[in-house]
């Protein structure tokens, strides 16, 4: 099992993980965000995006429920399962179809647990007094990958 935590001071922090989860990233992987409303998912989402497809303005899919984007290692999709009601809507969207050949990012992870895959990383957000964390979780596979990066990590832990 895999499991980082980390400080978060600030915006940099924030965008330095994102970035860095970019580059060990591969089609297939789906990363599972879970927090409370306004802990900062959305943002780590939009430096993951902007990292991977240059684009500067990337709209929230709660209406949506997801959208798209390129990227030079393939489709990315970022889904937001917040009003996600029930299981017949997953199934109806069609977007886990997708998973094996595309990046996944999923806000409110949660909703959706069911369907998702057991080798996913879970990034888990919280605001406790006056600050966050963020804690990776997954598999030993992502130990493999991403120790290295984040052992020399400068975020206060």
Not at 21 to 26: A, I, R
């Given at each position: ?11 940099e ?28 998912k ?5 430096y993951?995006i902007?990292?991977a497809?240059?684009?500067?303005y990337?709209?929230?899919p709660?209406?949506?429920i ?10 990315i ?24 050949e595309?990046?996944f990012?999923?806000e ?45 990590v400068?975020?206060?832990?």
């Amino acid at each position: 099992m895999y499991c980082k935590k980390f400080k978060l001071n600030s915006l940099e922090a924030t965008k330095y993980i994102a970035i860095n989860l970019y580059k060990h990233s591969k089609c297939g992987d789906l990363f599972a965000l879970y927090g409370d409303i306004g802990v900062g998912k959305s943002t780590f989402v939009r430096y993951f995006i902007n990292t991977a497809a240059r684009q500067s303005y990337i709209p929230s899919p709660s209406f949506n429920i997801y959208f798209k984007y390129q990227s030079p290692k393939g489709p990315i999709y970022h889904m937001d399962a917040w009003r996600i009601e029930n299981e017949e809507e997953v199934i109806n969207l069609g977007v886990l179809d997708s998973l094996k050949e595309s990046i996944f990012l999923v806000e409110w992870a949660e909703n959706i647990e069911t369907f998702l895959p057991t080798n996913k990383l879970k990034i888990k957000i919280d605001y406790y007094n006056s600050f966050r964390t963020l804690t990776l979780s997954g598999d030993k596979s992502w130990g493999k990958r991403l120790d290295k990066t984040f052992s020399r990590v400068k975020i206060e832990k």
